[in-house]
């Protein structure tokens, strides 16, 4: 299984972008998916995940109301979109799936990661 993350990029403390998770060698629909994040000089950290059918979603704390996880498994590719960015959004953002219909917060259960894609937010 291989995921590929795209969408990152610079922007400005408010705007939006929209990172984007493509799934190939493995059937789709039977991975939850997990965006993970890390800034330098700290630990990667959960930020949002995705039942395998979408009917579930698991927000940090510091992204709901912000971000919204989401999938489309006609197109293997599983999205997030990041609305009200802040400075402090601003790290790697990686994607990750495993074989499993429950979303879970543990970067340790996802057994598939993406080279992650960077994210920096301007003040």
């Known amino acids: 299984v291989q995921l590929v993350e795209s969408g990152g990029g610079l922007v400005q403390t408010g705007g939006s972008l929209r990172l984007s998770c493509a799934l190939s060698g493995g059937t789709f629909d039977d991975y939850t998916v997990g965006w993970f994040r890390q800034a330098p000089g700290k630990e990667r950290e959960f930020v949002a995940a995705i039942s395998w059918s979408g009917a579930r979603t698991d927000y940090a704390d510091s992204v709901k109301g912000r971000f919204t996880i989401s999938r489309d498994n006609a197109k293997n590719t599983v999205y997030l979109q990041m609305n009200s960015l802040k400075p402090e959004d601003t790290a790697v953002y990686y994607c990750?799936?495993?074989?499993?219909?429950?979303?879970?917060?543990?970067?340790?259960?996802?057994?598939?990661w993406g080279q992650g894609t960077q994210v920096t937010v301007s003040s």
């Open positions: 990750a799936a495993r074989r499993s219909v429950r979303p879970c917060h543990s970067d340790t259960a996802y057994d598939y």
